[in-house]
């Protein structure tokens, strides 16, 4: 049996979100995962290439009406640019806020078909979840579904910290350990 569906709550106690997201695989003809930590990686991964698309990369937002003329100009000449050669603003891409980030996951039951934004990819990630045409889940055994009864926002962001460690960096000066991700990450489902 494969992990197929994750069902996930954020925010905690009275904050929690009245609705759950549920996030399915087999779109993109994934048949699933084995192990609760790989599974919610791969969310993580694919909602921090949607997070650095949306709110980090200075080359993605260089249409923004925040932007001077002259900084889009040299982004647009080298997207690498670290600064502007006309005003000496930085161009580089934002710093990575774990804050931001819980608060980007935690919007996105807000969210539409039309906001979530790009379908398949973003930040050259193709995507391995999928919120929409979650019909499958209805009816699914249990065992292939994995559910975060709260918090979700803090397990995807401890998922992200340890896959990609280079972006705990000194703005991440709180611990975020939870007991649920070293659960999961353990292969435990929490109770
Ligand atoms: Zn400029």
Redesign the pocket.
Known sequence: MKLRFIVMTTGYAESASTSCLIYQCGFFGNPGYSTYKEAITDLALDLYAKFYSDHLSSYENRYRLNV?K??RD?LILNKAAKF?S??G?QTHDKDFDPEEFSEYVSDLTRTTCDSYGNAEWANERDFKWWPYWAGDFIGAPKEEIIFMAENAEVILLEALLDAKPDLRSALCEDDFSSKEWEQFKNNIHPK
């Open positions: 001077n002259c900084c040299a502007c006309e005003c603003t």
